[in-house]
Structure formats: C-alpha cells, structure tokens
C-alpha cells in the first residue's frame, strides 16, 4: 500500500492548506451573518406570534361582544278591542324593547302568556341598534276575570345577534298598571257588566 501525501504547490496563491487549525474569515463571517439571521428569525417569531395573539384575543373579544344580549320590555301602547268570546278581550298593542347590549340585535319574536294573558307578535323583525328602542307590534288575549294577577308577564324573546346566532331571552314584563292593562279595563268592565 503506497500512502500518498497531499502536496502543496507554494506558488500558487489560491490553494487553502489541506488541515487549517483556524477558520478562514470568510467562513467566520458566514457564521456571525448566521447567527444574526437566527437571532433576526426568533425576534420576527416573537413579534408574530405576539400580534397572534392579541389578534385572536381580540376576535373572541368581539364574538362574545356580538353574542351577548341583554335587553328590557315594556308594553308602550294598546288600542282597539274586541271579542268573540265572552269574557275575553283581544286587542292590539304595542311592546317597546330596549337594547341594553352592546351590538345590534333583531328581535324576531316575542311571545308572552300568564294567567289568562297572551301576547304575541305580528311575525315582523324589528332591528335595535345598541341603546336604541324598537317597538314589536303584538295581538294580546286577555281573560278578564283573571289577567290582571299581580305577577310580571313572563316575555320570551328570539333574538338574532350580530353573529347571525338565535338567542332566547326571557324578560318579565309589569302587566298590572301598564298601558295595557289601563286600555283593557274599560271593555273587561262592560264584558263584566253585560
């Protein structure tokens, strides 16, 4: 076996020795521009995955923000008045919602019933912007002898959120001494009467 040994021409100016005990400064650059690429690289990660963050906190902010409802009912006006039955009034009124949420809400509909009371919408949505009022148009059956209990009138809302989800709210609506109950009187006092 003959071992051969590399052989260095000492005139020629562009060979490297075949073991270098140091790196060659190019080498070294191309490290340090590694190195700072790497650092550049794992900053950049930081930053992003920091403004993911943020951006994802704030979007499930912004879900629940149009996901939650929160809302007040009053009866607001009454007219007419009629009956097919004796003893049972049937008019027309109107119920004021109030959007105490902080997105816009559409009220799709309202139903009611107590004690010989029933109310129910007109089948028409009402849009209600944050802090606004919309008024649901509503046929009302009341059983003279019996509507006027002193408990609340337990109201059922589908509500529409801004997420296009369909929440169910209840809100006890004040029948005694509302509009409703002042417009009724008069007709359950001649039903009484006749």
């Excluded at 191309?30 to 700072?36: I, N, P, S």
């Excluded at 009034?89 to 010989?116: F, K, S």
């Excluded at 007109?122 to 408990?151: H, M, N, Y």
Aim: hydrophobic share 40%; proline share 5%; aromatic share 6%.
């Amino acid at each position: 076996m003959s071992a051969e040994r590399e052989v260095i021409d000492l005139d020629e100016h562009t060979h490297q020795p075949a073991e270098s005990g140091s790196a060659t400064p190019d080498r070294r650059r191309a490290r340090r521009w590694m190195r700072v690429r790497l650092v550049a690289a794992f900053v950049a990660g930081v930053v992003i995955g920091g403004v993911g963050v943020s951006e994802l906190r704030d979007s499930r902010e912004e879900r629940q923000r149009t996901a939650s409802v929160s809302l007040v009912a009053f009866p607001s006006s009454g007219s007419g008045g009629g009956s097919d039955v004796k003893g049972v009034l049937q008019m027309d009124g109107q119920l004021a919602v109030i959007n105490a949420g902080p997105a816009p809400i559409t009220v799709r509909a309202a139903t009611g019933q107590g004690p010989g009371v029933l109310v129910r919408d007109t089948g028409q949505s009402q849009q209600v912007r944050p802090g606004g009022t919309g008024w649901i148009d509503v046929k009302l059956r009341l059983e003279c002898s019996i509507a006027f209990g002193s408990e609340p009138l337990s109201m059922r809302f589908s509500v529409e959120t801004g997420d296009r989800q369909i929440r169910e709210v209840s809100y006890p609506v004040a029948f005694v001494g509302s509009v409703w109950q002042r417009r009724a009187e008069l007709p359950c006092a001649h039903f009484s009467a006749g």
